[in-house]
């Protein structure tokens, strides 16, 4: 993945599903500070840790006028109980930031197979 410097985050959509893959280049401390927050909004239910999370943030930060599409993705992942029930939280998210891909100033998320990366636990060695 290129680096682009006039961008503060970089993300992806990876191949094998509809999840975004997080690259961050030059990190904005307010929304990683913000991002942080919602460690203490998930439930005990499953919600794939840090994709729902940054996710839905992601999709509060780039759209902040469409309160109704926060609130219905927000409930999906509340009330997620396994990984298909997840993917309509996902599904929403992906619909209602829509075909953009790029918010100047702010992020660029790569179409599938024009980046990559791989989550650690693919090479973590323990």
Known sequence: MSRDTYLNIQTLEEAGNW????????????????LAKWEFKKLPSWNSNDQGAFMLYLQATLIPYAAWEFDTCYDYWQKATNYQSYMAMVSCVRLALGAQKFWPGKVRIYRKAHGWSRDAWVTHDS
């Open 19 to 34: 999840e975004r893959m997080n690259v961050f280049i030059e990190f904005s401390r307010e929304f990683l500070r913000e």
